[in-house]
Nanobody, 115 residues
Framework: QVQFVESGGGLVQPGGSLRLSCVAS????????MSWYRQAPGKEREIVAHIISTGERTTYADSVKGRFTISRDNAKNTVYLQMNSLKPEDTDVYYC????????WGQGTQVTVSS
């Protein structure tokens, strides 16, 4: 079955950096575009970054453009999110999924930006 395992979150001070990883399984990873999403309690899940199957093109939400970088390693079935210049408003649980999205989601990884 389709599975996503996110990791790399944690507590970081404003201005700091984190690198998130998501290992996918149960489908042909290299055939699918992938996205990172984030969700705060009581809010809808929003897309943060997107990368096509070959990794040659990426898109970002305006709120993270210039600070976050999405990348992928198709040999490892892994998508990454490098987050720099983190702000308190980036505090959320972060998830990955393919595009089109599969019904199943991973457990996510908590990112907390606070001094």
């Amino acid at each position: 079955q389709v599975q996503f395992v996110e990791s790399g979150g944690g507590l970081v001070q404003p201005g700091g950096s984190l690198r998130l990883s998501c290992v996918a399984s149960g489908f042909t990873f290299s055939n699918y575009p992938m996205s990172w999403y984030r969700q705060a309690p009581g809010k809808e899940r929003e897309i943060v970054a997107h990368i096509i199957s070959t990794g040659e093109r990426t898109t970002y939400a305006d709120s993270v453009k210039g600070r976050f970088t999405i990348s992928r390693d198709n040999a490892k079935n892994t998508v990454y999110l490098q987050m720099n210049s983190l702000k308190p408003e980036d505090t959320d649980v972060y998830y990955c999924n393919a595009y089109p999205r599969f019904a199943s989601w991973g457990q996510g990884t908590q990112v907390t930006v606070s001094s």
